[in-house]
């Protein structure tokens, strides 16, 4: 457990209390992505499962925009006032820091495999991504992971932090498919 009293990895059954859904190695891009705070429905078309507005530091509006584009998907905050991205609905908010009661914290010390390189402008390749899923998931419990891209996707070319999204994506949904043909394989 970490010090703030968190298991460190997906806490499925406090999500589920929230009412928040997430797929078996649920896909999000941590920290903020370039240009304008406009990327929940980019990270919908790319097909990462938890979206954002893109900002590095969500206000409730920005939080409540991503919201309204994609209203079907988890959407993150970055941490900004993390009491006001409360008061506006927000459920899962990436911070370090403290969160009020009825908000899930995203924090550094999630159980994560880190698939694409925030800091890297070259394009991951699925098929090497997925095979570090698997890896990553050995021995464990795949609903506990989530598969991220680590911060830095905002000093990238939109386009390139974008290819790297569809990537992300890509990755976890090859690691889902070797994960359901061992299932059914037995």
């Known amino acids: 457990r970490t010090p703030g009293g968190h298991d460190p990895l997906v806490r499925r059954d406090e999500l589920e209390s929230l009412g928040v859904q997430l797929p078996v190695l649920a896909t999000v891009a941590l920290g903020a992505l370039p240009g304008a705070p406009r990327w929940a429905g980019r990270l919908l078309a790319a097909g990462v499962d938890v979206v954002a507005s ?37 459920r899962i908010i990436e911070t370090a820091g403290a969160v009020p009661p009825g908000v899930y914290r995203l924090g550094p010390d999630e159980d994560a495999v880190a698939v694409v390189d925030g800091g890297s402008p070259e394009v991951e390749d699925p098929d090497v991504a997925g095979r570090r ?19 830095g996707l905002d000093g990238l070319p939109e386009d390139v932090a974008e290819a790297k999204l569809r990537a992300l994506a890509e990755s976890a949904y090859r690691a889902r498919l070797v994960f359901a043909k061992e299932q059914f394989a037995d």
């Open 54 to 90: 893109g900002a590095a530091a969500d206000t409730a509006e920005t939080w409540a925009a991503a919201r309204d584009e994609v209203p079907f998907r988890p959407v993150k905050a970055t941490a900004g006032d993390v009491a006001r991205l409360a008061a506006a609905g927000a």
């Open 133 to 151: 899923i698997v890896e990553a998931v050995r021995g464990g419990v795949a609903s506990r992971l989530w598969v991220v891209a680590t911060p």
